[in-house]
């Protein structure tokens, strides 16, 4: 089998979705630091505003105070990550939709913000959702694309777990 046959075969037939989460990510970075005020919230819905912030830390800003160990722990965290799902996703078969798309998801995300980490030190961050004075902490596309496949990814840990018991 050649090596464009066993890649469509693969679970990396899929990195196509990781690509994409990349690309929109980063033009969506773009858009907000050529449009945005830092710390400046632009309204957008009644729970919803754009607001340009620089995390250096990590999710909910964890280590943000910390001296600047901490990207280079992060970023090489998110490479060495991003390494083992290729892995991971060369495995499985292409007809693992499901696990596919999940892992490109977080491939994507996690690459995105790396890609933030190594080119500033640090993550822009502008989506910030609240119910009136109630803020949740800001995050961006990239951060999204990591929960959803992360949730997708224990949703078939679960199920196949629940087929093995029946």
């Given at each position: ?6 890649f469509?075969?693969s679970g990396l037939?899929?990195l196509?979705?990781a690509?994409?989460v990349?690309v929109i990510?980063r ?10 005020t830092?710390?400046e919230p632009l309204?957008?819905?009644p729970f919803?505003?754009?607001t ?5 830390g990590a999710a ?16 090489g965290l998110?490479i060495?990550i ?5 892995f991971w996703?060369?495995k499985?078969?292409?007809r ?6 999940a892992l490109?998801?977080v491939?994507?995300?996690?690459l995105g913000?790396?890609w933030d980490?190594?080119?500033y ?6 989506l910030?959702?609240h119910?009136?004075?109630w803020?949740?902490?800001i995050f961006n ?9 992360a949730?997708?990814i224990?949703?078939?840990w679960?199920?196949s777990?629940?087929?093995?018991t029946?």
């Amino acid at each position: 089998m050649t090596i464009l046959k066993k890649f469509y075969a693969s679970g990396l037939a899929w990195l196509w979705i990781a690509i994409l989460v990349i690309v929109i990510d980063r033009y969506s970075k773009i858009w907000v630091i050529d449009h945005l005020t830092f710390q400046e919230p632009l309204r957008i819905l009644p729970f919803l505003n754009l607001t340009l912030a620089l995390n250096t830390g990590a999710a909910f800003s964890f280590l943000h105070t910390a001296s600047g160990w901490q990207n280079w722990l992060l970023g090489g965290l998110a490479i060495i990550i991003s390494v083992l799902m290729v892995f991971w996703l060369a495995k499985l078969s292409a007809r693992a939709c499901w696990m596919s798309i999940a892992l490109s998801l977080v491939l994507g995300g996690a690459l995105g913000n790396a890609w933030d980490r190594i080119l500033y030190g640090y993550v822009i961050d502008f989506l910030s959702f609240h119910l009136g004075n109630w803020y949740f902490a800001i995050f961006n596309l990239a951060d999204s694309a990591i929960c959803v496949g992360a949730v997708m990814i224990c949703l078939q840990w679960t199920w196949s777990g629940k087929a093995k018991t029946n």
